[in-house]
């Protein structure tokens, strides 16, 4: 890896981890840990009462206690006033923080006017309240009807998709700020913990003024960073696909999964320093949450991929199952099905992520998918006939077979087809769908090989003749020293047009189909020899012509 990627991930990690974190204060006094002080939401009047008054020490958590990572108790008190259903997991959290908090400081003004309003709990008893909207807003508290919060009055999610624009409407209203709006501007223009406030008091006022809910020096601080994340994931990158396209080993070529860590790193780093450091917030902070852990998945997702495919030839190295063997095809094509199943689910993580229902998704998968098996049934057959060549192994790469009219040495058993090469060198491409349907003969699983000459002797051989070649036959097998004299057997089996059938059964102990023509030409020979010794020859197609002339019979005499 070149010295300055090692500098700047060095760095990274340093100011990440090694940097003095802002210790976590402990709480003021009177206060509770969040589970053991829920708020009261059994009423309207309850659920405002719990907003409002823990705005309050939310508030003043913060202006004595400085900004913190995770939500202090009076914080998670203001969140569980809300119903949350249908919120995106991706950033649940801070989206719920922030309505709540925008929410607060927007019922601040009049508080105590909209609480005298409010039914209490004896009120929703008597009058089996259900819901209340706050007077003069479109703010609704509603009875949760099902789940794990049944039963609870808490803001509508409706209410908690608008309190963005409730908030900067209620910014505009003479004599409606409270100090939580004042909270709310410190919070969202001061630098984090890693940054002295003094730092920031000190710049110039253009560049502390606010621009889109950020100050000026919060974006550009937030550019630069993004800046040198790319920057420095890029060099990765980089180094990453050249040492992989140099190494031939495969688990030496770890430039992928450096490159899939990180990329994962630099998102948990950028993400970290943008909130520690630059303390961005609001909607930037939720899109920053969903971009890095949409590339946290990215990176998870690469980096499987790559350990599986590096450690599948890993494996196949190991056994010593070549490239081209059975063992080295199926190792590949269940890393190819394994990582296939990584995508899978990063996709249904992804769509979770981002509030993509997964019913819909998986109805719509569902649907697609069996149009997409109808319209590649072939494809699909082909597939599963893979997948049953690799488990019933009736052939292996570099055996000679014969499939259907077909025969020669199998070169390749892929996921669709196989691959054959015939002896004129020629390579025929079988499709697996057929393969698995067809007689496959193996010919170099045999254990011995068969020798079954037929003899065609011409009609001038004499039955002496015969059985002489019969004799010598059978013993010439038997001196044999790769021929199986068990079961050896010449027959006279036939009278043919022109010929006299002897028929030769042996089995020779040679099972690779080279050794056996050799042999088999030998043996062969010395049938030749014994034939041309006995007196006897090889017939041919010959037709013979047999000429004969009448007479006409004698003529009776004259009277």
């Not at 819901?131 to 049944?150: C, E, L, M, N, Y």
């Not at 020293?481 to 030769?504: C, I, M, Q, W």
């Amino acid at each position: 890896m070149p010295y300055p990627v090692v500098f700047l991930v060095i760095a990274l990690w340093m100011a990440l981890f090694g940097a003095t974190a802002p210790a976590r204060a402990a709480d003021p006094p009177g206060h509770l840990p969040f589970l053991l002080s829920m708020p009261d939401v059994s009423s309207p009047r309850a659920t405002l009462d719990a907003l409002l008054s823990n705005a309050e020490l939310a508030r003043h958590d913060f202006e004595t206690l400085g900004p913190t990572w995770k939500p202090r108790p009076a914080l998670l008190r203001m969140m569980s006033t809300l119903d949350t259903d249908g919120v995106p997991s991706a950033h649940r959290l801070l989206a719920v923080a922030l309505a709540a908090t925008r929410l607060a400081a927007v019922l601040a003004h009049g508080a105590q006017d909209r609480l005298a309003d409010a039914p209490d709990a004896a009120e929703v008893g008597a009058r089996s309240i259900e819901s209340w909207r706050v007077p003069g807003t479109p703010i609704v508290i509603a009875r949760v009807k099902s789940g794990p919060r049944a039963g609870q009055f808490l803001f509508t999610p409706e209410t908690m998709e608008i309190t963005d624009e409730l908030y900067a409407v209620a910014r505009l209203i003479p004599g409606g700020r409270s100090g939580l709006f004042r909270a709310i501007d410190e919070w969202s223009y001061a630098p984090g913990p890693l940054i002295p406030r003094s730092v920031i008091a000190g710049l110039p006022a253009p560049l502390r003024a606010p621009v889109a809910g950020q100050a000026v020096w919060q974006w550009i601080g937030l550019a630069v960073l993004l800046a040198a994340a790319i920057f420095l994931f890029l060099r990765i990158l980089r180094w990453g696909m050249r040492h992989d396209e140099r190494e031939t080993r495969p688990l030496r070529r770890y430039g992928h999964p450096v490159v899939a860590l990180s990329l994962m790193a630099l998102n948990v780093g950028t993400l970290a320093l943008s909130f520690f450091a630059l303390k961005i917030w609001g909607d930037v902070m939720m899109t920053l949450i969903l971009i890095m852990r949409l590339s946290v998945y990215i990176g998870l997702t690469w980096l499987m991929i790559a350990v599986i495919q590096r450690g599948a030839a890993g494996i196949v190295i190991l056994r010593g199952a070549g490239g081209s063997s059975l063992d080295g095809q199926l190792i590949r094509v269940v890393s190819t099905l394994l990582s296939i199943a990584v995508v899978l689910a990063a996709v249904f993580f992804i769509a979770d992520l981002v509030g993509i229902p997964l019913g819909p998704l998986l109805a719509g998968l569902g649907i697609g998918g069996f149009a997409i098996a109808l319209a590649v049934r072939s494809t699909l057959e082909n597939v599963i006939g893979g997948l049953t060549l690799f488990a019933d192994r009736p052939a292996r790469v570099g055996e000679f077979c014969r499939v259907g009219s077909e025969s020669g040495t199998v070169e390749e058993i892929g996921l669709r087809t196989t691959k054959l090469r015939r002896l004129d060198d020629t390579l025929v491409t079988i499709p697996n769908a057929e393969m698995a349907q067809i007689r496959i003969e193996n010919v170099t699983r045999r254990r011995k090989s068969l020798f079954n000459p037929r003899l065609g002797l011409r009609y001038e051989t004499t039955g002496a003749q015969i059985k002489e070649i019969q004799e010598r036959i059978l013993a010439m097998l038997a001196s044999h020293p790769k021929v199986v004299t068990e079961g050896a057997r010449v027959r006279f089996t036939s009278f043919g047009d022109y010929t006299l059938n002897l028929d030769v059964f042996a089995y020779v102990e040679e099972s690779r189909l080279p050794d056996f023509v050799r042999v088999q030409e030998e043996l062969n020979l010395r049938v030749m020899e014994i034939v041309q010794a006995a007196g006897a020859a090889f017939a041919f197609p010959s037709q013979t012509n047999y000429l004969a002339r009448d007479s006409l019979p004698a003529a009776d005499p004259q009277p």
